[in-house]
């Protein structure tokens, strides 16, 4: 079978041949349809590395049907459609039983493709960062970057309807998916100041809770700017992950406002499981004007190219693996 590999070098990733997996009694066997790339975590935390990288961490969205069922599974039958946190594989072996993520596996309802069921990760992770920033009716949301993070942090938050939702990222592809999304604003960086933008939006007083979701070598900046955007009293949510550059904590700035950083519980990780597969279901998360790219997945390493080095053009990239 193929998997993409992270050989040694910077940005030397491929396609290796290995062996198919053998399945324990408490794992399922499963033949990828597709898969989806991250470029917060696959890009920023594996493909730039000097050093080969673990397969295991080399993706962690993929879609397929299980081919084989350990003696130990009870909720799986092969033919099952299904979603996992899995790597960029042919096939793969889940643990099921004994897993730390609650849920590693869901069964895909028949409202959702093979490709938007490679969306239920981030879509649940989005429940979870919605949630954590306790929005309330008629509260401002600025939501910092418009990548996948970003983006689906809009659509669940749209769907919640409690929260005035501005928008803001530099890439106009981007900004247009947002207006189409129904941010209920979009500050364009490129063309205006941000922080003004914000201030001005809001009558000069900042947003209630800012989710900075800004990844790479822009996160920085953006964490700074974020810090300006949100009111006294109000919420700076930190979910972006950057290329090894430390953050301006700003402690003027930060004082009479709160801080925290992209936490996920666990415990309520099966309920945002359930809520994500529900708005996928309902195309309250529109996977199909998120998807930019389709490689076949012996085009790995100009998918990861592309990620890397035009980003202006990209938002989801897919590889399809059958």
């Known amino acids: 079978m193929k998997r993409v590999a992270k050989f040694d070098g910077p940005c030397n990733v491929g396609v290796e041949e290995v062996e198919v997996p053998q399945i324990s009694g408490t794992q399922v066997l499963i033949r990828a349809v597709v898969s989806l790339i991250s470029r917060g975590s696959e890009i920023w935390r594996r493909y730039i590395l000097p050093g080969p990288v673990d397969h295991a961490i080399m993706g962690y969205s993929l ?27 042919e096939f793969v072996a889940v643990e099921v039983v004994n897993s730390p993520h609650k849920p590693p596996v869901v069964r ?39 990548g996948l993070v970003g983006s689906g942090c809009l659509q669940v938050a749209k769907a919640d309807g409690l929260a005035r939702l501005i928008a803001v990222d530099a890439l106009p592809l981007r900004c247009d998916l947002a207006r189409r999304l129904g941010a209920d604003e979009v500050v364009d960086a490129s063309s205006e100041d941000p922080v003004a933008a914000v201030k001005r939006l809001t009558s000069g007083d900042g947003a209630d809770i800012v989710v900075e979701a800004v990844g ?10 974020a810090q300006d955007m949100v009111r006294r009293g109000g919420l700076l949510q930190v979910i972006g992950l950057y290329e090894n550059e430390p953050l301006p904590l700003d402690s003027g700035k930060i004082q009479g406002r709160r801080l925290i950083g992209g936490y996920l519980r666990g415990d309520l990780r099966p309920q945002a499981s359930d809520r994500a597969l529900s708005l996928l279901a309902e195309r309250k998360i529109r996977v199909e004007e998120m998807i930019t790219h389709r490689f076949p997945f012996d085009r790995a390493t100009d998918a990861f190219d592309l990620l890397y ?13 059958r």
């Open 63 to 89: 879609s397929g049907v299980v081919e084989a069922v350990g003696s130990q599974v009870t909720e799986f039958s092969a033919g099952d459609r299904v979603a996992a946190l899995a790597p960029h594989a």
């Open 216 to 225: 790479g070598r822009a996160g920085a900046k953006a964490f700074a700017q």
């Open 309 to 321: 080095n035009r980003l202006g053009e990209t938002m989801a990239v897919m590889l399809v693996w």
């Open 108 to 146: 895909l309802p028949d409202a959702v493709s093979f490709e938007a069921g490679t969306f239920w990760p981030l879509t649940t992770s989005s429940v979870l960062w919605v949630q954590e920033t306790g929005a309330r009716k008629g509260d401002t949301t600025v939501i910092l970057g418009q």
